[in-house]
Nanobody
Framework: QVQLVESGGGLVQAGGSLRLSCVAS????????MGWYRQAPGKQRELVAS???????DYADSVKGRFTISRANTKSTVYLQMNSLTPEDTAVYYC??????????????WGRGTQVTVSS
């Protein structure tokens, strides 16, 4: 079994910054891509950013130039640095990871989410 635990959400004023973290633990041999998604009230979950085990990150157009995704592979951790936040960034942010377990096939796991609220 694999668990993903997000942290770092909270309330911030417009123009401020937050840094989200997500740690994967459990039966992990390796991790392919990791990513951050978000879901605002009444809206579908959308991709914010993703990063492969090797290679360049990918971002939603709405966050390019403001958000940066990074990962620490030795710690099975992915981060999301969010700058110049706007009220439109308010959402629950979810981490996911494509995990390769020992003796099994890769499976995508999700965290429970962390709330980010940006006040105007």
């Amino acid at each position: 079994q694999v668990q993903l635990v997000e942290s770092g959400g909270g309330l911030v004023q417009a123009g401020g910054s937050l840094r989200l973290s997500c740690v994967a633990s459990g039966n992990i041999f390796g991790i392919n891509a990791m990513g951050w998604y978000r879901q605002a009230p009444g809206k579908q979950r959308e991709l914010v950013a993703s990063i492969p085990s090797l290679g360049s990150a990918d971002y939603a157009d709405s966050v390019k130039g403001r958000f940066t995704i990074s990962r620490a592979n030795t710690k099975s951790t992915v981060y999301l640095q969010m700058n110049s936040l706007t009220p439109e960034d308010t959402a629950v942010y979810y981490c996911n990871a494509d995990v390769i377990p020992y003796g099994g096939f890769s499976t995508v796991y999700w965290g429970r989410g962390t709330q980010v609220t940006v006040s105007s």
